[in-house]
């Protein structure tokens, strides 16, 4: 199964031309591994953890910034993704079917593949969102200092990867107090408060933020800007351009055509919420362990449904709750059915469940980059590819002098500053208008100024789904490039 799973997201990986957020990613793991500081940037970059994490992974396996590709990047999300399974698979002590099921349909299925591939902060933090949702649990079963300590250090953590962790730390808070009755919690609350718990959680937690928000204890003014995020990213949850309806989620994995392509997980979707409906209604004899793992991607599901702001990647942690309480629903059917017919039924269905999902995995695979493709998001087209390519055929014409390249538009064309990160003769404007004559000139299609047309050929490629890019090249370097074909 893990060996499956990982070597889906490796066909994915290699199939995917980067995303523009996972361009803006690898440009600041760059930064960080060519001079070795990074500086946390509140307006629209995330936590620093990704980069500091990818840089030591790098530097011990030997990798160099000029080695990054779109496999070595992708490497620790897809590590975190097989640690994901493995710690899922490691609960099977206490919930051992339910756990290896859930476990199966988390290593077969699309969105945990695509986005276990991804070189953006999701995958590794869904991992420490369910380390800390255990260590939380773990604490408030049993109170002591160094539980406390713990779940100072992965709260620390996890605010250090994703700005997000404030909505997940309310889920995580939400679905204890759904595990445990009212009574304990109040006696809970009585044993947390206590002093060495109190100053071991927070003294924790502080320590790892100063540490990763201070670039290793060097900056310390960037402990500010960590703070000003959450006033950023508040904003920019109300839609900022990515507004979408309340089902939107759900609506991704509904069954629909896409220009002739059919998507759907419909068997898979009723198996989830039948195993949380099992779930609470069996709440009394389920084992808690399981019962929060179910839960707390329900509560993710909500409160990310509730917000305007909505990408597809956001649902990871919720879809490994979902992908739990399908495997308990199967889990319920065949413990309270003994009759042999319908343990046969039961399994024909979770098998035909699980075959549908890795069959879907495959169609996105074969889809990685293609819009029709409803798990992705404005994801770079693979014509995008051809540009790079240009720019790398002409710049090879005089490989001693670089081309002096000029790039323009709100967001620079990306992922194209990340392949272009070596030439230091590239120069990125916001206003076009003001764009220099340069040997070759990239912005927004209908962007660039119409003088260029008597110094410069143009050329036009696709970015994403309804971006287009023009390439002005000039005229004479055109005709040198012609003459190598």
């Given at each position: 199964?893990?060996v499956?799973?990982?070597t889906l997201r490796i066909?994915?990986a290699?199939?995917r031309?980067l995303h523009s957020?996972?361009?803006?990613?690898?440009y600041q793991?760059w930064?960080?591994?060519?001079a070795?500081?990074y500086?946390?940037?509140p307006?629209?970059k995330?936590?620093?953890?990704?980069?500091y994490f990818?840089?030591a992974?790098n530097?011990?396996l030997g990798?160099?910034?000029?080695e990054?590709d779109?496999?070595?990047?992708?490497l620790l999300?897809?590590?975190?993704?097989v640690?994901?399974l493995l710690?899922?698979l490691?609960?099977?002590r206490?919930t051992s079917l339910?756990?290896?099921?859930?476990?199966?349909?988390?290593?077969?299925s699309?969105?945990?593949v695509?986005?276990?591939a991804y070189f953006?902060?999701?995958a590794?933090f869904?991992l420490?969102g369910?380390f800390?949702l255990?260590?939380?649990?773990n604490?408030w079963d049993?109170?002591?200092?160094?539980?406390a300590a713990?779940?100072?250090?992965?709260t620390?953590?996890f605010?250090?990867?994703?700005e997000t962790a404030?909505?997940h730390?309310?889920?995580?808070?939400?679905?204890?107090?759904?595990?445990?009755p009212?009574?304990r919690i109040?006696?809970?609350?009585?044993?947390?408060?206590r002093?060495?718990?109190l100053?071991?959680g927070?003294g924790?937690f502080a320590l790892?933020w100063?540490?990763?928000y201070?670039?290793g204890?060097k900056?310390f003014?960037?402990?500010g800007?960590?703070?000003?995020?959450?006033?950023?990213?508040?904003?920019?949850?109300?839609?900022?351009g990515?507004e979408?309806?309340?089902?939107y989620y759900?609506?991704?994995?509904?069954p629909?055509t896409a220009?002739?392509?059919?998507?759907?997980?419909?068997?898979f979707?009723?198996?989830s919420f039948a195993g949380?409906?099992?779930?609470?209604?069996d709440?009394?004899?389920?084992?808690p362990?399981?019962q929060?793992g179910?839960?707390y991607?329900y509560i993710?599901?909500?409160?990310?449904?509730?917000?305007?702001y909505?990408?597809?990647?956001?649902?990871?942690t919720?879809y490994?709750?979902l992908a739990l309480a399908?495997?308990?629903?199967v889990?319920f059917l065949?413990?309270?059915y003994?009759?042999?017919?319908?343990r046969v039924?039961?399994?024909?269905v979770?098998?035909?469940?699980?075959?549908?999902?890795?069959?879907?995995?495959?169609?996105?695979?074969?889809?990685a980059a293609?819009?029709?493709?409803p798990?992705?998001y404005q994801?770079?087209s693979?014509?995008?590819?051809?540009?790079?390519?240009r720019?790398?055929d002409l710049e090879?014409?005089?490989?001693?002098?670089?081309?002096?390249?000029?790039v323009?538009?709100?967001?620079?064309?990306?992922p194209l500053?990340?392949f272009l990160?070596?030439n230091?003769?590239?120069?990125?404007?916001?206003?076009?208008?003001e764009?220099?004559?340069?040997?070759?000139?990239v912005?927004?299609?209908g962007?660039l100024?119409?003088a260029?047309?008597?110094t410069?050929?143009?050329?036009y490629h696709?970015?994403?789904e309804n971006?287009?890019l023009?390439?002005?090249?000039?005229?004479e370097l055109?005709?040198?490039f012609?003459?190598?074909?």
């Amino acid at each position: 199964m893990i060996v499956c799973g990982l070597t889906l997201r490796i066909e994915n990986a290699q199939a995917r031309i980067l995303h523009s957020d996972e361009a803006v990613q690898a440009y600041q793991l760059w930064e960080l591994m060519e001079a070795g500081e990074y500086r946390y940037d509140p307006e629209d970059k995330h936590g620093p953890l990704l980069y500091y994490f990818t840089a030591a992974l790098n530097k011990g396996l030997g990798i160099e910034s000029s080695e990054l590709d779109r496999i070595t990047l992708r490497l620790l999300p897809m590590i975190a993704s097989v640690g994901l399974l493995l710690f899922l698979l490691a609960l099977m002590r206490a919930t051992s079917l339910t756990t290896l099921l859930g476990s199966a349909f988390v290593a077969l299925s699309p969105l945990p593949v695509i986005y276990g591939a991804y070189f953006v902060q999701e995958a590794l933090f869904v991992l420490i969102g369910f380390f800390l949702l255990y260590s939380y649990f773990n604490f408030w079963d049993r109170q002591t200092a160094i539980r406390a300590a713990i779940v100072g250090l992965w709260t620390g953590v996890f605010f250090a990867t994703k700005e997000t962790a404030i909505i997940h730390v309310a889920g995580i808070a939400l679905t204890v107090l759904i595990a445990f009755p009212p009574s304990r919690i109040l006696d809970s609350w009585r044993s947390a408060a206590r002093f060495p718990n109190l100053a071991a959680g927070f003294g924790s937690f502080a320590l790892i933020w100063i540490f990763f928000y201070s670039g290793g204890f060097k900056d310390f003014g960037q402990l500010g800007d960590s703070f000003k995020a959450f006033i950023n990213y508040a904003e920019r949850s109300q839609g900022a351009g990515h507004e979408k309806p309340f089902f939107y989620y759900l609506s991704i994995m509904w069954p629909h055509t896409a220009e002739g392509v059919r998507w759907g997980e419909a068997l898979f979707l009723f198996l989830s919420f039948a195993g949380l409906i099992a779930a609470l209604a069996d709440r009394r004899s389920l084992d808690p362990r399981l019962q929060i793992g179910i839960v707390y991607g329900y509560i993710c599901l909500l409160l990310y449904s509730i917000i305007p702001y909505k990408t597809p990647w956001l649902i990871l942690t919720s879809y490994v709750s979902l992908a739990l309480a399908a495997g308990y629903a199967v889990r319920f059917l065949l413990v309270r059915y003994t009759n042999g017919w319908i343990r046969v039924l039961v399994s024909g269905v979770f098998l035909y469940c699980l075959y549908g999902q890795y069959e879907l995995t495959k169609l996105t695979n074969r889809y990685a980059a293609d819009a029709r493709n409803p798990y992705i998001y404005q994801h770079t087209s693979p014509q995008f590819q051809k540009l790079v390519d240009r720019i790398a055929d002409l710049e090879a014409l005089d490989p001693e002098n670089r081309l002096s390249i000029a790039v323009g538009g709100d967001d620079n064309a990306w992922p194209l500053p990340w392949f272009l990160r070596d030439n230091a003769t590239v120069g990125y404007w916001a206003n076009l208008s003001e764009t220099p004559a340069l040997d070759i000139v990239v912005g927004p299609a209908g962007t660039l100024p119409a003088a260029l047309s008597s110094t410069h050929i143009a050329e036009y490629h696709g970015l994403r789904e309804n971006v287009l890019l023009e390439c002005w090249i000039r005229n004479e370097l055109w005709e040198a490039f012609m003459e190598t074909r």
